[in-house]
């Protein structure tokens, strides 16, 4: 019987599920559907500081570096690098990413996150859970003992996620984008500060070819 793509590259079967939520790794077969939603509103005000700035350009721009960003992940998946870029499905229809990110994960133990939902998805908890997902693959399934977070000072609703899912203040650090400096506020949240969602989240995929390319 010949490979599947899961069993020749492991990222590929792992999926994650919590409520109407279904979590799990881009297909190419996805990526039409994941360029269309490219092309859709994520921010209110799309001035704000807190916009991405791989967002903040011409819209067939911003889809091929999408795209070459997913192709990208997937080609340095190691122990010493990795990005879990999870595209997020609500009942079968793709409203996001969510993703969990390490480098020398079996020294530090420690993720970072990062994720993005259209408007018409946004305001009915999928960002909390979402998160949460990740957070109890991270902590309850690869042995992660920290998770880090950050978001522009005056992204209210991802500060409100973080605060919701157990982080805590963590200092602050500046970036700059164009000609602006930015502040972001820093966030951490342990296994023991975690709050966790009030449905189960389910792991499947998490073969042990996955755990050695991720150094769990």
């Known amino acids: 019987m010949p490979d599947t793509l899961e069993t020749l590259y492991p ?3 792992l999926t994650l599920h919590a409520g109407d939520l279904t979590l799990r790794l881009l297909r190419d077969a996805d990526l039409p559907e994941y360029a269309a939603l490219l092309r859709r509103p994520i921010f209110a005000d799309e001035a704000a500081d807190h916009v991405f700035p791989w967002y903040a350009v ?3 721009d911003r889809v091929r570096g999408a795209l070459q960003f997913q192709w990208t992940q997937r080609a340095v ?3 010493e690098r990795w990005n879990l870029t999870f595209g997020i499905w609500a009942q079968d229809q793709l409203i996001g990413t969510q993703d969990v990110v390490a480098v020398d994960f079996p020294r530090r133990r420690t993720v970072t996150s990062g994720s993005w939902l259209t408007r018409d998805a946004q305001g009915q908890g999928y960002g909390k859970l979402m998160r949460q997902m990740v957070l109890a693959l991270a902590f309850d399934h690869l042995d992660a003992q920290r998770a ?3 978001a522009v000072l005056g992204n209210d609703p991802s500060f409100g996620v973080s605060r ?3 982080y805590a203040l963590n200092g602050t650090r500046v970036t ?3 000609d602006r400096p930015l502040v972001h506020q820093c966030f951490l949240v342990t296994p023991e500060t975690f709050v966790r969602p ?3 989240v389910t792991v499947e995929g998490l073969v042990p070819a996955l755990r050695a ?3 769990a």
């Open 198 to 200: 009030q449905v189960p």
């Open 58 to 60: 011409d819209p067939e």
């Open 213 to 215: 390319m991720l150094g």
């Open 77 to 79: 998946a190691a122990p």
């Open 148 to 150: 880090e977070s950050e």
């Open 11 to 13: 990222p590929l079967g």
């Open 176 to 178: 700059v984008t164009g």
């Open 164 to 166: 919701a899912c157990g």
